[in-house]
């Protein structure tokens, strides 16, 4: 596996190589500070799997910079990561073509979740971003369309995001299995993969996260 790190910083560079190290042990990692440098990386290296990008560098920036990544590299997924983690900057870039966005202030675990998912072929994006806000800085109530949408941008099943809804609602696997008429091997399957989308490890974190997703009201997600 080879994977190449777009960031002017580089403790940040050294902090992804980690979590890349846990990811794929004896993968290649390779590293740039700014994008004219990881332009010229990227068309020396024609086996790049991924690349991680930062937002905020000299030159070259922001949803620009992503777009040029897109255009020069289509085949190569790109996950931005970035300081900022407002729902406009992370909408911003995966309307661009980012296959994901991960705040910088994530854990590593969550990072690491969330590069599975992308090089399994899914789309990540921290659930904090995908609760609207409404003009007064309150958030706003979610649309059904968006709700939808959301759920597509995480990668989730029409059948992930039920057994999502349940988890929410406090049901036991065996629960969900009588529930859906499914196997608890399949009901596994499904949690497991819903917890590498939402990037937590534990049924109350992924509570939370179906509540900010709208499947569940607030005070209805058991925690």
């Known amino acids: 596996m080879k994977i190449l790190v777009v960031d002017d910083h580089p403790l940040i560079r050294e902090a992804v190589q980690a979590v890349i190290a846990r990811l794929e042990p004896g993968a290649t990692v390779l590293a740039a500070g700014d994008s004219e ?31 040029a990544w897109r255009s020069r590299c289509p085949d190569v997924p790109v996950v931005v990561l970035s300081s900022a983690e407002d729902r406009p900057t992370v909408l911003a870039a995966i309307g661009a073509g980012a296959a994901g966005f991960i705040p910088k202030s994530s854990p590593n675990e969550v990072m690491l979740n969330a590069l599975r998912l992308v090089l399994a072929g899914g789309k990540y994006l921290p659930p904090e971003a995908l609760t609207p806000v409404d003009s007064s800085g309150a958030k706003a109530a979610r649309a059904p369309s968006e709700k939808a949408l959301s759920l597509e941008t995480l990668g989730l099943t029409d059948r992930q995001a039920q057994v999502l ?55 209805k997600a058991k925690t």
């Open 37 to 67: 440098r990881g332009f010229a990386i990227a068309a020396s290296e024609s086996d790049l799997e991924l690349v991680l990008l930062d937002l905020n560098m000299p030159g070259l920036s922001g949803v620009p910079a992503l777009k």
């Open 165 to 219: 809804k349940l988890i929410a609602e406090g049901k036991s696997n065996k629960l969900i299995c009588r529930e859906l008429d499914l196997a608890e091997r399949t009901v596994k399957a499904h949690i497991s993969a819903v917890f590498r989308a939402l990037g937590v490890s534990t049924r109350t974190q992924a509570a939370l996260a179906a509540a900010k997703l709208g499947l569940v009201a607030p005070d």
